[in-house]
Protein backbone atom coordinates (compact mmCIF):
# COMPACT_ATOMS: atom_id res chain seq x y z
CA UNK A 1 0.00 0.00 0.00
CA UNK A 2 1.28 3.53 -0.60
CA UNK A 3 1.81 5.26 2.63
CA UNK A 4 1.32 8.55 0.98
CA UNK A 5 -2.26 7.66 -0.64
CA UNK A 6 -3.50 6.58 2.48
CA UNK A 7 -2.46 9.34 4.46
CA UNK A 8 -4.61 11.44 2.12
CA UNK A 9 -7.28 8.82 2.43
CA UNK A 10 -7.23 8.93 6.24
CA UNK A 11 -7.11 12.93 6.50
CA UNK A 12 -10.42 13.41 4.23
CA UNK A 13 -12.20 10.65 5.56
CA UNK A 14 -11.44 11.59 8.84
CA UNK A 15 -12.59 15.35 8.37
CA UNK A 16 -15.64 14.07 6.37
CA UNK A 17 -16.20 11.61 10.03
CA UNK A 18 -15.59 15.20 11.68
CA UNK A 19 -18.42 16.67 9.94
CA UNK A 20 -20.80 14.10 10.69
CA UNK A 21 -20.60 14.23 14.22
CA UNK A 22 -21.55 17.98 13.67
CA UNK A 23 -24.01 17.50 11.95
CA UNK A 24 -25.24 15.00 14.35
CA UNK A 25 -24.62 17.75 16.92
CA UNK A 26 -26.71 20.71 14.98
CA UNK A 27 -29.60 18.00 14.94
CA UNK A 28 -29.28 17.37 18.80
CA UNK A 29 -29.31 21.64 19.05
CA UNK A 30 -32.32 22.00 17.08
CA UNK A 31 -33.87 19.15 18.91
CA UNK A 32 -33.32 21.36 21.89
CA UNK A 33 -33.81 24.62 20.32
CA UNK A 34 -37.40 23.55 18.90
CA UNK A 35 -38.36 21.38 21.70
CA UNK A 36 -39.31 18.36 19.18
CA UNK A 37 -38.27 15.08 20.53
CA UNK A 38 -38.15 11.92 18.55
CA UNK A 39 -38.68 9.94 21.82
CA UNK A 40 -41.84 10.04 24.44
CA UNK A 41 -39.17 10.35 27.37
CA UNK A 42 -36.75 12.94 25.91
CA UNK A 43 -40.18 14.73 25.61
CA UNK A 44 -41.10 14.26 29.51
CA UNK A 45 -37.61 14.97 30.13
CA UNK A 46 -37.99 18.87 28.37
CA UNK A 47 -41.42 19.57 29.01
CA UNK A 48 -43.82 17.04 28.45
CA UNK A 49 -45.46 14.81 25.79
CA UNK A 50 -46.54 18.14 23.88
CA UNK A 51 -42.79 18.10 23.08
CA UNK A 52 -43.03 14.65 21.12
CA UNK A 53 -43.59 16.46 17.79
CA UNK A 54 -41.48 16.84 14.35
CA UNK A 55 -40.14 20.08 13.42
CA UNK A 56 -39.21 20.61 9.65
CA UNK A 57 -35.95 21.94 10.37
CA UNK A 58 -34.99 19.01 12.79
CA UNK A 59 -36.35 17.13 10.28
CA UNK A 60 -34.57 18.76 7.38
CA UNK A 61 -30.92 18.20 9.84
CA UNK A 62 -31.92 14.35 10.04
CA UNK A 63 -32.26 14.01 6.35
CA UNK A 64 -28.71 15.71 5.92
CA UNK A 65 -27.75 13.46 8.60
CA UNK A 66 -28.82 10.53 6.35
CA UNK A 67 -27.61 11.71 3.15
CA UNK A 68 -24.32 11.73 4.40
CA UNK A 69 -24.39 8.59 6.06
CA UNK A 70 -25.47 6.89 2.33
CA UNK A 71 -22.43 8.31 0.68
CA UNK A 72 -19.93 9.38 2.88
CA UNK A 73 -20.06 5.10 4.07
CA UNK A 74 -19.31 3.82 0.61
CA UNK A 75 -17.04 6.69 0.12
CA UNK A 76 -14.67 4.87 2.80
CA UNK A 77 -15.06 1.55 1.83
CA UNK A 78 -13.76 2.20 -1.97
CA UNK A 79 -11.27 5.15 -0.51
CA UNK A 80 -9.99 1.94 1.43
CA UNK A 81 -9.82 -0.31 -1.30
CA UNK A 82 -8.78 2.17 -3.75
CA UNK A 83 -5.73 2.68 -1.56
CA UNK A 84 -4.45 -0.54 -1.99
CA UNK A 85 -4.01 -0.76 -5.24
CA UNK A 86 -1.39 2.15 -4.83
CA UNK A 87 -2.82 4.61 -7.42
CA UNK A 88 -1.12 7.66 -8.65
CA UNK A 89 -0.84 9.94 -6.04
CA UNK A 90 -2.01 12.96 -7.34
CA UNK A 91 -4.75 11.12 -8.99
CA UNK A 92 -6.23 10.03 -5.57
CA UNK A 93 -5.46 13.25 -4.01
CA UNK A 94 -7.98 15.02 -6.20
CA UNK A 95 -10.43 12.18 -6.08
CA UNK A 96 -11.02 12.59 -2.09
CA UNK A 97 -10.46 16.30 -1.94
CA UNK A 98 -13.36 16.47 -4.66
CA UNK A 99 -15.41 13.83 -2.87
CA UNK A 100 -14.59 16.13 0.83
CA UNK A 101 -15.34 19.32 -0.91
CA UNK A 102 -18.70 18.37 -2.49
CA UNK A 103 -20.25 16.83 0.47
CA UNK A 104 -18.88 20.08 2.60
CA UNK A 105 -20.70 22.28 0.23
CA UNK A 106 -23.72 19.79 0.15
CA UNK A 107 -24.16 19.98 3.80
CA UNK A 108 -23.96 23.69 3.62
CA UNK A 109 -26.76 23.41 0.88
CA UNK A 110 -28.51 21.92 2.76
CA UNK A 111 -27.93 23.65 6.31
CA UNK A 112 -28.91 26.94 5.24
CA UNK A 113 -31.47 25.74 2.40
CA UNK A 114 -29.34 27.51 -0.63
CA UNK A 115 -30.97 27.89 -3.70
CA UNK A 116 -31.37 25.38 -5.78
CA UNK A 117 -29.34 23.58 -8.01
CA UNK A 118 -26.58 24.26 -5.20
CA UNK A 119 -27.17 21.26 -3.02
CA UNK A 120 -28.01 18.41 -6.01
CA UNK A 121 -24.76 19.57 -7.95
CA UNK A 122 -22.45 19.30 -5.28
CA UNK A 123 -24.20 15.80 -4.97
CA UNK A 124 -23.64 15.18 -8.64
CA UNK A 125 -20.12 16.49 -8.30
CA UNK A 126 -19.31 14.29 -5.15
CA UNK A 127 -20.72 11.23 -6.80
CA UNK A 128 -17.84 11.79 -9.80
CA UNK A 129 -14.66 10.35 -7.60
CA UNK A 130 -16.62 7.90 -6.06
CA UNK A 131 -17.85 6.46 -9.41
CA UNK A 132 -14.35 7.06 -10.59
CA UNK A 133 -12.79 4.99 -7.43
CA UNK A 134 -15.69 1.80 -7.93
CA UNK A 135 -14.63 1.75 -12.08
CA UNK A 136 -10.76 2.54 -10.86
CA UNK A 137 -11.35 -0.69 -8.34
CA UNK A 138 -13.10 -3.12 -10.90
CA UNK A 139 -10.75 -2.66 -13.79
CA UNK A 140 -8.06 -3.22 -11.52
CA UNK A 141 -9.85 -6.78 -10.27
CA UNK A 142 -10.60 -7.89 -13.51
CA UNK A 143 -7.24 -7.20 -15.06
CA UNK A 144 -6.11 -9.15 -12.06
CA UNK A 145 -8.08 -12.55 -13.35
Known amino acids: MDRAVFSWFSFYSTLLILKMYS????????????????????????GGL????????????QRMHRNDMENIFPFLFLGAVYSLMEPNLYVAHIHFLVFFVARLVHSIA?????????????????QIPCVSIALQILVNIVAHW
Open 23 to 46: VAVITGQLRLRRKAFANPEDALRH
Open 50 to 61: DFHRTDPDVERA
Open 110 to 126: YLYALKAPTRSLAYSIG
